[in-house]
């Protein structure tokens, strides 16, 4: 079992940065891909971006490439998730989580991930 908990969210202005955090207890982050979503009112929950298990390498979906920069400390079994020059789109709520998924193609698809967050709000004010 894995237990998920954001933090960091909150409300900015167009062009500020937030930096989400998600902190796991039980087993290392190294052991899972650790994905980011967020899903804003009357819309679906979307990929943001994904730390893969193991080698680290880092995914991001096309919206947010360039923007926003994924991390981990594997030490502090912490994932973060640097949000730079917010858009008022980007408004949302903000899930970290954790699965096994580890190929391109899966990477984004929600479920593949086991263990989910409660979900943190990030409001981007224009």
């Known amino acids: 079992q894995v237990r998920l908990v954001e933090s960091g969210g909150g409300l900015v202005q167009a062009g500020g940065s937030l930096r989400l955090s998600c902190a796991a207890s039980?087993?290392?982050?190294?052991?899972?891909?650790v994905g980011w979503f967020r899903q804003a009112p009357g819309k679906e929950r979307e990929f943001v971006s994904a730390i893969r298990r193991n080698d680290g390498i880092r995914y991001y979906a096309d919206s947010v490439k360039g923007r926003f920069t994924g991390s981990r400390d594997i030490a502090k079994n912490t994932v973060y998730l640097q949000m730079d020059s917010l858009k008022p789109e980007d408004t949302a709520v903000y899930y970290c989580a954790a699965g096994s998924a580890s190929s391109y193609g899966v990477i984004r698809t929600i479920g593949e991930y086991d263990y989910w967050g409660q979900g943190i709000q990030v409001t981007v004010s224009s």
């Open positions: 039980g087993r290392s982050f190294s052991s899972y891909t």
